[in-house]
């Protein structure tokens, strides 16, 4: 059974002929997939998705704020607040569908304004939020390790994931010396690329229970497809590798990781 604990069926390219991929998922022998959010229209995208396979399947979403709203102006300084209450309303009204806040954090890649402080505010309330629906948290953090732990080392108790991850060995290990009660670091297709040993390097520093794996599709295709559209199926060639990097059966990571998604997702 495969899991793809991040995919976005609800993004433009994938959630017209969404029923189409989910059947081709099937096909892998699936265990359930979470639609991720990046705008409105995903946002509502990912709750359609959600509606419509709920009464046979673990297919879910998550809402939020990505920092790139932010650095692209669509949150500011005056609307941040009303952002943040129409985010919880609908919360409120589809909490039944969605299963996390996503994807919040820090992201100093860009080449314009980053706006680290609003950055920070919007990650800050992102995380009270969390707090409060007692929810987990995704984290999105590009190039800013430090200031993404400034904000994440007040709230230990949340669940927190760490998306696509960016970094290697040396924030591994100071991630591991927070002591967060609860956290996971999520591998996608990007893993499996020749330049990308340091992320090899770090999934194998990483503790089997602490890690999920993903599609992103989309985006980020492993490698055997590399430059082509990524889809949920395509988490089958990720297991693999990831199994063959750690020396273990696969059949033994489809355990291991069915284990860590729900212990994420389930109350």
Aim: glycine share 2%; charged share 25%.
């Amino acid at each position: 059974m495969f899991i793809d604990s991040h995919t976005h069926l609800n993004s433009p390219t994938l959630f017209e002929n969404r029923k189409k991929h989910v059947l081709d998922f099937e096909k892998t022998w699936w265990q359930g997939l979470v639609n991720i959010w990046a705008d409105e229209e995903y946002n509502k995208n990912g709750i359609t998705i959600s509606k419509e396979y709920s009464w046979d399947s673990f297919i879910k979403c998550t809402v939020w704020l990505h920092p790139y709203e932010v650095v692209v102006g669509n949150i500011n300084e005056n609307n941040i607040e009303q952002k943040l209450n129409e985010l919880e309303k609908l919360y409120l009204k589809n909490k039944d569908h969605i299963v996390a806040i996503w994807e919040a954090g820090i992201d100093t890649h860009y080449e314009w304004d980053i706006n680290l402080e609003l950055q920070k505010e919007l990650f800050k309330k992102q995380c009270d939020l969390a707090e409060k629906i007692q929810a987990p948290i995704i984290i999105h953090s590009r190039n800013d390790f430090d200031s993404t732990m400034e904000i994440l080392q007040n709230y230990k108790k949340l669940k927190i994931c760490f998306h696509c991850r960016w970094y290697g060995n040396e924030e591994i290990e100071k991630l591991k010396n927070y002591n967060l009660e609860n956290y996971w670091i999520w591998f996608c297709g990007n893993v499996t690329y020749p330049k990308a040993q340091n992320i090899r390097d770090s999934l194998k520093i990483c503790n089997l229970e602490n890690i999920l794996i993903e599609t992103d599709a989309p985006y980020l295709s492993p490698q055997e497809l590399r430059w082509q559209t990524n889809y949920p199926q395509n988490i089958q060639y990720i297991y693999d590798f990831i199994a063959k990097e750690l020396n273990i059966d696969t059949e033994n990571l489809k355990k291991q990781i069915k284990k860590n998604f729900y212990s994420l997702y389930k109350k």
